[in-house]
């Protein structure tokens, strides 16, 4: 009978970041791209709201912004519960691809991914 060289633990300790590495991987290329934690900053998102997204959403995220009110659909109301409900990659894909055939307009590609996560981490923080 043959020992193994490596006790459970050992083998654990190998194989759990091994798993986890993978499970990355097929996320990264499930979605295309890179995995991982929101990373915006609240306050530069406020900078790029005010800009962009308060004519229609308001000043405080309600949809009660100069256009928003007169859209159809109206404007999205961050505060509301549907809204909070919304996990972090639906309200991603809403900013980055838009909600045709409304008014929303995807903003990938006109915006830097860095402000588009700092516009999610502004939004976030209007729903508190």
């Not at 928003?68 to 659909?73: H, I, K, N, R």
Request: glycine residues 8%; proline residues 5%; charged residues 20%.
């Amino acid at each position: 009978m043959t020992r193994s060289l490596l006790s459970l633990a050992e083998k654990t300790a190998l194989i759990v970041p091994l798993l986890f590495c993978a499970f990355l991987l097929n996320l990264t290329m499930m979605t295309g791209r890179v995995a991982h934690a929101i990373d915006g900053d609240a306050q530069r998102g406020r900078v790029v709201y005010e800009k962009h997204c308060l004519p229609c959403h308001g000043a405080q995220g309600k949809g009660d912004g100069q256009f928003g009110l007169v859209t159809s659909p109206p404007a999205a109301d961050f505060t509301s519960a549907a809204s909070k409900k919304k996990t972090d990659a639906q309200l991603l894909a809403t900013i980055e691809q838009g909600r045709p055939p409304t008014a929303m307009e995807g903003w990938k590609g006109q915006l830097p991914d860095s402000e588009i996560q700092d516009v999610l981490a502004y939004v976030k923080a209007l729903r508190q």
